[in-house]
């Protein structure tokens, strides 16, 4: 299903929007305590940490793609928290939280925190399927000539 390379946030053959709602799915199962941890969540967070771990890199000339930004930053304005990101480090230091959470989202944590994180991957499936719609309605058709 996926490569051996973790992919990152705005990868269109990586099932993106499928993972975040399984994640999502997964972390209610946790809240309500049928399953111990969502491989799910962690697979995610560690698609996040790829996605942004270069950032932290001064030497790599891009550090992140621009459709990965679009697609966290879309994720973070449908939560609708009413933060402000001010400047790229904060977005960085942002996601890198989630990252973070979303793989130690097992054993006895917090419901407030689980229930964030469900939250947050269900509008990081929507703004992940959101992307991917609007770069297919991007590509031109293929006319074929007979």
């Known amino acids: 299903m996926y490569s051996t390379q973790t992919p990152s946030l705005s990868s269109q053959s990586a099932r993106i929007p499928l993972l975040a709602i399984r994640a ?54 449908g ?30 944590p917090e419901k407030s925190e689980v229930e964030r994180m469900k939250l947050f991957c269900i509008a990081l499936s929507r703004a992940a399927a959101t992307f991917r719609s609007s770069i297919h309605e991007r590509k031109p058709p293929v006319v074929r000539r007979k």
Do not use: W
């Not at 199962?29 to 111990?36: D, F, N, P, Y």
């Not at 995610?44 to 992140?64: E, H, Q």
């Not at 977005?91 to 890198?96: K, N, Q, S, Y």
């Open 79 to 108: 939560l609708q928290q009413g933060s402000k990101v001010t400047s790229f480090k904060e977005l960085v230091t942002m996601a890198l939280d989630y990252a973070k959470t979303l793989e130690a989202a097992d054993g006895n």
């Open 24 to 77: 999502a799915n997964e972390l209610d199962e946790v809240a309500h305590g049928r399953i111990a941890y969502s491989a799910s969540a962690r697979e995610l967070g560690d698609l996040l940490l790829n996605s942004f771990s270069m950032a932290t890199d001064a030497n790599a000339p891009v550090p992140i793609k621009s459709g990965t930004v679009a697609v966290f930053c879309h994720a973070i304005e």
